[in-house]
């Protein structure tokens, strides 16, 4: 693929998603808009299976009174209560939509967004790449774990702490790093990826973009790429279980800015969410378009009462 039909396509691909960032707030309709809070709302599970969306006014030992999503105030015994949690989200006509628990990541490439204190996730990206991570502060992530590959379980790991700069409801930006190393073999050194991150947008609708540098580090000496690679995705809710999420990469050190692109849906539950996307390649001898992708993440650590 010519390096100008590439550059074509990110052009198209910032001027569909970019707008999202700007649009977000305004593609909420104006009596929904009190609604979309950066507070905790509570979700009550009764033993009859019913789940009420609200918050909780007053309560005594027999019974609590809730103001629902919808407004209406209503008095539940306790002993219908079967567990009580914490979540975020927004009222989109007569539904509840649940924040998208994996929102500090597109379908592999992190977001601006950081992990609370004491939050976390397991993770399977692309199947054979575990991760396990947890929020050390609202700012300080770290993540790793070990390929599933034959001959590389427990041999080979990687790390990637992240920090986040600053982050508001519009907008999060991040610094962090991947790293890969060999258990066995130390003084082999350690390969990996340095980055910038930005989003902006809502949790359902956003744009992010970021750069990032290869570098070494070994008993030989260390070496940094002097090209970065460059990082555009987006995110797009269009339902209340589904979100439209894309990440595209290129290399701007190649004669033909090669890379990947790649784009899929999300289906999103209260901790699971599940990815299923399509890889290619972009370039003078890429493998072309496509490879399946599925990822899932379990996020753990949500505030629950």
């Known amino acids: 693929m010519s390096s100008r039909l590439v550059r074509s396509t990110l052009a198209a691909l910032l001027l569909t998603i970019a707008p999202l960032a700007v649009q977000a707030q305004d593609s909420i309709p104006a009596g929904q ?14 033993r009859d299976g019913s789940v009420l969306y609200g918050r909780i ?14 407004g209406l105030d209503i008095d539940i015994q306790r ?21 998208d628990p994996n929102g500090t990541r597109l379908l592999f490439t992190s977001t601006g967004r950081a992990l609370g204190k004491g939050e976390g996730y397991v993770s399977a990206y692309y199947i054979f790449l575990p991760f ?24 080979a790991f990687y790390l990637a702490p992240k920090f986040t700069i600053a982050e508001s409801e519009r907008a999060a930006y991040s610094v962090g790093a991947i790293t890969f190393a060999l258990t066995n073999d130390i003084d082999a050194g350690t390969v990996g990826l340095a980055y910038g991150v930005g989003t902006w947008g809502n949790r359902d609708n956003a744009f992010t973009a970021g750069l990032g540098w290869g570098y070494y580090w070994g008993s030989g000496g260390s070496d940094v790429t002097s090209a970065p690679v460059l990082v555009v995705g987006g995110e797009r809710r269009i339902s209340r279980r589904v979100k439209l ?36 390649g972009i370039g003078t001898g890429s493998a072309g378009c496509c490879i399946p992708s599925v990822n899932f993440v379990w996020n753990y650590g949500r505030k629950r009462r």
């Open 79 to 99: 002993a219908q209560v079967s567990s009580i949690d914490r979540t975020r989200g927004r009222l989109v006509g007569n539904e509840f939509w649940a924040e």
């Open 33 to 46: 808009r009190d609604t979309v809070t950066k507070d905790s709302l509570t979700v009550i599970r009764l």
């Open 132 to 155: 396990v991570a947890y929020g050390v502060t609202d700012r300080f992530t770290i993540a790793g774990g070990t390929p599933i590959v034959p001959g590389l379980i427990g041999r």
């Open 57 to 70: 006014l007053t309560e005594d030992p027999d019974r609590l009174r809730v103001r629902t999503v919808g």
């Open 245 to 280: 999420v894309t990440e595209n990469w290129v290399y701007t050190g190649a004669v033909d800015n090669g890379g990947l692109f790649s784009g899929g849906f999300r289906f999103i539950g209260d901790r699971l969410t599940s990815d299923l996307g399509l890889i290619g």
